[in-house]
């Protein structure tokens, strides 16, 4: 039996979240819970993250919102579909169904000559260049409805909405094929659907390797950043925390929306031989996804039990780079990060409670 954090408990969470803040929010075991937050230890740069994250959902059509007030109807992110996309559009070609979220860099320099930061709209046009497309591209400035070409975008719409908030129209971004290198099939999607069974991690990964489905573009979204070579000489290329708060909050608007557990966002390099955006990234990713996911609900109306779910969904995380990146990557990944560092004060929480309270 698979015995990771998945989906269903993810978003028994997330599902319920509100911009609460942690400490505001609980009814019961008030006590407990207060104190096992203070006890949960982030380094600075992963406070920063968080704090940066912004929530967004989706309208009935598809589109990409900044959450509103309770009295203000949200706003949509900038859409600028990009020419594959407006193909698409024409030929009304949906995805089947959405089953993984894969997340991308564009493969290009973070600055311009002039040393001005590069934004989703550099990402857009590459992707034309390419005639490939994804569902948004992502950069380090404020998401902002009104954003341009000078203030940036933070996240950037580049397919238009298709009508049916759960079936976008289909990309061009992931394509299993052969490996020019070698001309064998590309297998890295099957490499990572072993680890993935190795740990007992549930994905969707699964369902599309065992039924022998090469057309990821039919059974996904992705979205490109801005960057390249983000494991090279770790974390030297690595996205500012601005990005990585945008992409953060992408990622859980549209995991809710598409009912996807936290291994069902895979990076491009774990489905194809590709470098994009590197194991190091996904792993934050993943780790901020459970941590905020934590935070946001407060932990009110979980059981010890769910509480120790996510324990293991963070372990499952620490365990899955250390297999396919090796000891040293990881350890210079929680030197970034402060992974051991959180999940040593979760232990020590831990230890000190039982599902009756604070153990005196």
């Known amino acids: 039996m698979k015995n990771e954090f998945g989906r269903r408990d993810f978003f028994n969470v997330i599902g319920l979240a509100s911009a609460t803040p942690l400490l505001s929010v609980f009814n019961k075991n008030n006590e407990l819970f207060n104190i096992a937050s203070e006890k949960l230890e982030l380094n600075e740069r992963a406070r920063l993250i968080l704090s940066e994250v912004v929530p967004l959902s989706f309208d009935e059509e598809g589109n990409l919102l900044i959450k509103g007030s309770a009295n203000e109807a949200g706003k949509c992110v900038v859409s600028i579909p990009s020419k594959r996309s407006i193909e698409r559009q024409a030929t009304n070609t949906k995805v089947k169904d959405v089953k993984l979220l894969v997340v991308h860099y564009d493969g290009a320099q973070r600055f311009l000559r002039s040393w001005k930061a590069r934004n989703a709209r550099n990402t857009l046009y590459g992707l034309d260049g390419k005639l490939a497309s994804v569902n948004w591209c992502v950069d380090e400035f404020d998401i902002n409805p009104e954003g341009n070409y000078d203030l940036g975008y933070g996240i950037m719409q580049t397919q238009p909405a298709s009508d049916d908030p759960i079936r976008p129209y289909k990309g061009r971004h992931v394509t299993i094929g052969i490996d020019l290198a070698t001309n064998r099939p590309d297998l890295n999607h099957i490499y990572t659907n072993d680890i993935f069974n190795k740990l007992g991690l549930n994905s969707n990964l699964s369902d599309l390797v065992e039924s022998g489905i090469r057309d990821i573009d039919s059974y996904s979204v992705g979205f490109e950043q801005i960057g390249w070579y983000y494991s090279k000489n770790f974390p030297n290329y690595f996205p500012p925390e601005k990005q990585i708060a945008n992409a953060l909050s992408l990622t859980m608007a549209a995991m809710k929306q598409f009912d996807l557990g936290p291994w069902d966002v895979v990076g491009h390099q774990e489905i194809q031989e590709k470098p994009d955006p590197g194991d190091e990234f ?79």
């Open 282 to 360: 996904m792993a934050t990713l993943r780790f901020l996804m459970g941590v905020y996911a934590l935070q946001q609900k407060g932990i009110d109306n979980l059981s010890f039990s769910e509480y120790f779910a996510f324990k293991r969904h963070f372990i499952n995380v620490g365990n899955f780079l250390k297999e396919k990146s090796g000891v040293y990557r990881y350890s210079c990944w929680n030197d970034y990060i402060g992974f051991e560092r959180y999940m040593n004060s979760m232990y020590y929480t831990g230890r000190n409670f039982h599902i009756g309270g604070l153990v005196k």
